[in-house]
């Protein structure tokens, strides 16, 4: 079968259909997500927390990421593969975003990339539509932006609410194919995604949005501590150190390796 495209994002809003989205930084968890049948997997700039073991989105860089996003395209083949542009890497002009995403799709085989910002990235957007490189965005709790925000909050609440439909308008209109809303009032997101004829994808964005993303780590239970929005559907922490401990525990008692597991 082919992957899943733009087309298929976009007539997924025209049924009124609802769809996940989870991110996946190697080969075999995309695999497992795509054979689930997740239509979008999203190689995050979360990678930075969650694959690097930093404490921001900060410090990743697209070489960082490279490897990841063409690691998770090997492992999946009917999910498309969006590629978060880290920060720093578009910010800087039009052209310098055209390189970067250059990258994802000619070295990692990713099929659309994502980056944060409303109008103030609207020439890049642009840039990269004209392109042929389809561009999701990023409003609300844009993490690259943390030092401004100071902290980790939910954004859009008041007048800022105004500005965050002016930048979701501004995305659709540079020819985004998808917007996702972190950390905003629910009564914005759905306001929002009322007002565009493209798909909005929600994290901590209430239940009107038109698809929904976690982090996989988040929603699998590996994460220690996650945001109120999380919803935990597995315990994987435990069931990695449960292993673990066995497999410890029967090698210091010698219990492994069993007949069954060795060669004659
Ligand atoms: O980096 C990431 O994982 C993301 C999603 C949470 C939307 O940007
Ligand atoms: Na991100």
């Not at 929600?202 to 919803?231: C, E, N």
Request: overall charge negative; some cysteine.
């Amino acid at each position: 079968g082919r992957r899943i495209t733009v087309r298929d994002i976009a007539a997924a809003k025209s049924r009124g259909e609802k769809w996940p989205m989870v991110t996946a930084y190697d080969a075999m968890t995309a695999r497992i997500f795509d054979e689930a049948g997740i239509p979008v997997l999203l190689v995050g700039d979360s990678a930075a927390m969650v694959v690097y073991g930093y404490d921001s989105t900060l410090p990743v860089t697209v070489d960082d990421l490279i490897p990841l996003t063409a690691a998770v395209v090997r492992g999946s083949s009917r999910a498309m593969v969006v590629a978060d542009l880290p920060f720093a890497s578009y910010q800087g002009s039009p052209q310098q975003a055209l390189e970067t995403a250059a990258r994802f799709l000619k070295e990692a085989g990713a099929h659309a990339v994502k980056l944060e910002g409303g109008r103030r990235v609207l020439a890049q957007a642009e840039t990269l539509v004209a392109s042929g490189v389809p561009v999701m965005g990023h409003l609300g709790l844009t993490p690259q932006s943390v030092n401004v925000f100071g902290g980790y909050r939910v954004q859009g609440r008041g007048e800022s609410g105004e500005e965050l439909m002016a930048d979701a308008k501004a995305l659709e209109a540079a020819g985004a194919f998808a917007i996702v809303l972190e950390c905003v009032p629910e009564e914005l997101a759905q306001r929002v995604t009322a007002a565009l004829s493209i798909p909005t994808i929600g994290i901590g964005a209430g239940p009107s949005t038109d698809a929904q993303v976690l982090v996989w780590q988040d929603l699998a239970g590996l994460t220690p501590h996650t945001a109120k929005f999380v919803k935990k559907y597995g315990d994987v922490a435990g069931e990695l150190d449960r292993a673990v401990r066995r497999f410890a525990d029967e090698v210091t008692t010698g219990v492994f390796p069993a007949p069954e597991h060795s060669y004659h």
